[in-house]
């Protein structure tokens, strides 16, 4: 059985994303999560097993190690961009704005 973490998992829409240690991506329908809800950051075990559509899919999915309530992975997608990362975007638009003039 593979293990990785849970990437996302929206309660309302009912799927999610679990990564594993590997680096793949496996999509995860609601009917195959565990009773207990899926959280970002869960560590879990899991089987791999090709959907309807053609994806890989997991199935058999058991918590391993809970991630914390709070926990933030996955609430954000990217990191924000850092000061220096939007002074250079800004310069680098100046920059092009120049060019076409």
């Known amino acids: ?3 990785g973490h849970v990437k996302l ?3 309302t829409r009912n799927f999610g994303f679990i990564v594993a240690d590997d680096g793949q991506e496996f999509y995860v329908a609601g009917t195959e999560a565990p009773s ?3 959280r970002s950051g869960d560590v879990v075990e899991f089987e ?3 959907t309807e559509s053609g994806r ?3 199935t058999g999915i058991t918590v391993t ?3 914390p309530p709070n926990n933030p992975v996955g609430h954000t997608l990217a990191p ?3 000061w220096e990362e939007l002074e250079e975007r800004e310069r680098q638009r100046r920059m092009a704005r ?4």
């Open 56 to 58: 890989k899919g997991a």
């Open 36 to 38: 207990e809800p899926l």
């Open 48 to 50: 791999v097993q090709e």
């Open 80 to 82: 924000p961009p850092s």
């Open 65 to 67: 190690k809970q991630a």
């Open 98 to 101: 120049r060019r076409r003039r």
């Open 9 to 11: 998992f929206d309660t």
């Open 1 to 3: 059985m593979p293990n």
